[in-house]
């Protein structure tokens, strides 16, 4: 199982971005999927998780800015991210638990003027 994130980059305050997770398996049956962020010298958190049923939690600090999918056609989930601000400079993983965890390579996305 391998999970490809892409869609990060440079971005202004302000702006926006999609990442994305692809898959190299059916998601379809995937319990859990979600997005972690992890900033230099701090711990990697939780940014947002979205179940099977479509239900999504995230981190309190997103407050409506970030909205997780997924489309299981595609076998690809998206984190939209909005109103970025410098504090949201990261590597984002993405995850999925199919018996275990699995981790994808992480975007760096970088918000700074």
């Known amino acids: 199982v391998q999970l490809q994130a892409s869609g990060g980059g440079l971005v202004r305050p302000g702006g926006s971005l999609t990442l994305s997770c692809a898959a190299s398996?059916?998601?379809?049956?995937?319990?859990?999927m979600g997005w972690y962020r992890q900033a230099p010298g701090k711990q990697r958190e939780l940014v947002a998780q979205?179940?099977?049923?479509?239900?999504?939690n995230s981190g309190d600090y997103v407050k409506g800015r970030f909205t997780i999918s997924r489309d299981n056609a595609k076998n690809t989930m998206y984190l939209h991210v909005n109103s970025l601000k410098p504090e949201d400079t990261a590597v984002y993983y993405c995850?999925?638990?199919?018996?275990?965890?699995?981790w994808g390579q992480g975007t760096l996305v970088t918000v700074s003027s």
């Open positions: 995850n999925m638990l199919f018996g275990v965890v699995y």
């Open positions: 398996m059916s998601i379809s049956r995937i319990i859990a």
């Open positions: 979205i179940l099977s049923g479509g239900r999504t």
